[in-house]
Every structure is written in C-alpha cells, then in structure tokens.
C-alpha cells in the first residue's frame, strides 16, 4: 500500500486549502481507514481527522470540528480534507495514514501508532 499526499502550501490566517490523498495497493477484498495527523513545530505528530470505508463512519479532533472536512472522492481514489477558516495555529506538516483489515479492523483508530502505512507529508503554513 501507498499514500501520497499533496495540496500543502502557504495561506493567510482565514483562508482555506484542499489536501489530497492518493491511495493505491488495495485490494478489492480490503477494508481501510485512511486518516490525517499533523505535526506542529516541537510537538507530537496528532490524528484530526478519519474515515473507514468499513461502515462509512468519520472522525475529528476537537480542535477541527466544524471547520475540516475529511472525504472520499471514489473516482479519483483519494481521500480530501477541506481545511476552512485556517489559523497560525494550524501550522504543520500533515500526513495521511491507512491501516487495512477485515470490516471490523478498518475502523479509525484511536492512536496513531495503529495506523499500518503512512504517506510523507505536506508541508502547510499559515500566516497572520
């Protein structure tokens, strides 16, 4: 399994941006959830947002909730996180993770340390 993940850049403080994820290496057998984590400057790297294709559930961070929306785009096989009313706080750089199992495996995970293949990251910054 492969991730690739892109749509990072520089934004002001309000703004918006569309992060990608490309994910390949499934089988038509295979569930999967496929989340995002960030990673501030001297911080540890942290899930946000989440979405498992075994009963289409989704999740969020308290501190996104209302302004993330994580997606799946089934033609493209990506999964989208809309990131609205961005602040500086919000720096970071963002990965995409999947683990992948049976129905009952593929759900989000609560640690990161549960996801089984990771995506580099994508560099966001956000100025005031």
């Known amino acids: 399994v492969q991730l690739q993940a892109s749509g990072g850049g520089s934004v002001q403080s309000g703004g918006s941006l569309t992060l990608s994820c490309a994910a390949s290496?499934?089988?038509?057998?295979?569930?999967?959830?496929i989340g995002w984590s960030r990673q501030a400057p001297g911080t540890e790297r942290r899930g946000i947002a989440c979405?498992?294709?075994?009963?289409?559930?989704?999740s969020y961070e308290d501190s996104v909730k209302g302004r993330f929306t994580i997606s799946r785009d089934y033609a493209k096989g990506t999964v989208i996180l809309q990131m609205n009313d961005l602040t500086p706080k919000n720096t970071a750089v963002y990965y995409c993770?999947?683990?992948?199992?049976?129905?009952?495996?593929?759900?989000?995970?609560?640690?990161?340390?549960?996801?089984?293949?990771w995506g580099q990251g994508t560099l966001v910054t956000v100025s005031s």
């Open positions: 979405i498992s294709s075994s009963d289409g559930s989704w």
């Open positions: 290496g499934f089988t038509s057998a295979d569930y999967y959830a």
């Open positions: 993770a999947t683990r992948v199992g049976s129905y009952y495996e593929a759900v989000c995970p609560i640690s990161d340390y549960e996801w089984d293949y």
